[in-house]
């Protein structure tokens, strides 16, 4: 038996599938918009702020049940499309991305999961891109 993860449930499957629908519906590589690269790869739904901060944050701080989990989590707002490169290169811990070049969407998502701590860590306001 696998150690560590729990076996994903129909939601999870589920809320996963959407968002990742969701987000591609959106089109063409977010990454290329703040950082040039080389599009090479599938298509990926990424998440801008990260999905273990968001179970820990919507289980503990805001007390939500498995089903706000799974909401908070897989809420397409915080979501962009991104090649497989751009993705890589977006999660790296030195992608030179500011605050306000984040989509619209994604303040909004921290205005009602209340996570604008952890996005203004991800994302200083003063680093030029």
Do not use: I
């Amino acid at each position: 038996m696998r150690r560590g993860r729990k076996p994903e449930t129909v939601a999870h499957r589920r809320a996963r599938r959407d968002f990742t629908e969701e987000v591609l519906e959106k089109g063409g590589c977010w990454v290329q918009n703040v950082l040039s690269h080389t599009c090479f790869g599938p298509m990926d739904a990424m998440h801008h702020v990260d999905k273990s901060y968001l179970r820990q944050h919507a289980r503990f701080t805001l007390r939500l049940d498995d089903a706000g989990v799974l909401a908070c989590v897989w809420d397409p707002r915080n979501g962009s499309p991104g090649c497989r490169a751009g993705h890589d290169l977006y999660d790296s811990p030195f992608h030179p991305v500011s605050f306000e070049l984040l989509p619209r969407s994604v303040f909004d998502f921290c205005d009602d999961y209340t996570c604008w701590s952890r996005l203004e860590l991800l994302y200083p306001k003063d680093r030029v891109a």
